[in-house]
């Protein structure tokens, strides 16, 4: 990890020089959840090709751009696309621009992604509040020589989601009438998503949301002493006894319908930051 740092500081210099504020949050906007970016007083819009040591996102439906301006009257960085470990990417590398948001000063990370249903009391287009996670990705954006000054080599786990903005979301949800439920999210390398046999065990060791995200950056977060609140979108319910065959379209035109619900959740949460 250690050349990391000389890579974090080159891509907040090449930031700095098109928007330089001290961000209060990031956000990583996932499948069918961009037009956050619509709520934006947008003041700087950068490639992510122009920002040295960023992938590109090779993902359906996502843009490939951080979006910098005030989001509910915050400053705050928006990645217009994510990277994802079935893309072939590093999780180092995945997770860069967390550790970029950092450095720029960002204290708060919020990370938002479209998941397959495990809990059968919840229903497709449902949001699900993450209130924790399993890592089944097989791997661990900290793997190699810890730069302490980037985090702790054993970063603690006991709350990697702030349970606070749990219960904010939550709360936020009820007044505004958008079903959310709270729930653990197992990451997964994907791309292929899960047998029945899959999906029955990953039900057992308690998750109620899968997908192929999220997790590698709120590890990067927690190491690097961010507040994390994260958010799915359930886009197809994986009931092994019940299975009916994904459909990627389909996947993301729910992703899509629930986006308004999710950006209004977004929104009440970040509001709340300034009070
Ligand atoms: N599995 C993994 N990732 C997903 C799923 C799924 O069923 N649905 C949406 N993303």
């Not at 006991?158 to 009438?177: F, G, H, K, N, T």
């Amino acid at each position: 990890m250690l050349h990391l740092r000389a890579q974090i500081e080159e891509a907040v210099a090449a930031i700095k020089s098109h928007w330089n504020k001290v961000p209060h949050a990031g956000v990583i906007l996932g499948t069918g959840l961009g037009s956050l970016v619509e709520q934006i007083d947008v003041e700087a819009e950068i490639e992510y090709g122009e920002i040295p040591h960023f992938l590109k996102s090779t993902a359906t439906s996502h843009r490939g751009r951080l979006v910098c301006g005030t989001l509910a009257g915050l400053p705050a960085m928006v990645m217009e696309g994510r990277f994802h470990m079935y893309e072939g990417y590093p999780l180092q590398q995945i997770t860069l621009p967390v550790r970029v948001m950092k450095a720029m000063g960002a204290e708060l990370l919020v990370v938002s992604n479209a998941a397959g249903g495990m809990n059968p009391h919840h229903q497709c287009g449902d949001i699900v509040v993450i209130e924790d996670h399993i890592n089944l990705m097989g791997d661990n954006p900290l793997i190699g020589i810890n730069d302490d000054q980037l985090g702790p080599r054993f970063p603690d786990m006991s709350q990697p989601y702030s349970l606070e903005l749990v219960d904010r979301a939550l709360r936020i949800a009820r007044r505004e009438d958008i079903v959310a439920h709270k729930g653990v999210f197992v990451a997964v390398a994907g791309p292929n998503l899960e047998t029945r046999a899959e999906y029955r065990f990953l039900r057992l060791i308690g998750a109620d949301v899968v997908g192929m995200s999220t997790v590698p950056e709120v590890i990067a977060a927690v190491h690097a002493g961010m507040r994390v609140v994260g958010f799915s979108i359930i886009t197809d319910m994986c009931l092994p006894d019940a299975l009916e065959e994904a459909n990627v379209e389909k996947i993301i035109a729910i992703a899509n319908d629930a986006e308004p619900r999710l950006r209004q959740l977004v929104m009440g949460v970040l509001a709340e930051e300034q009070a």
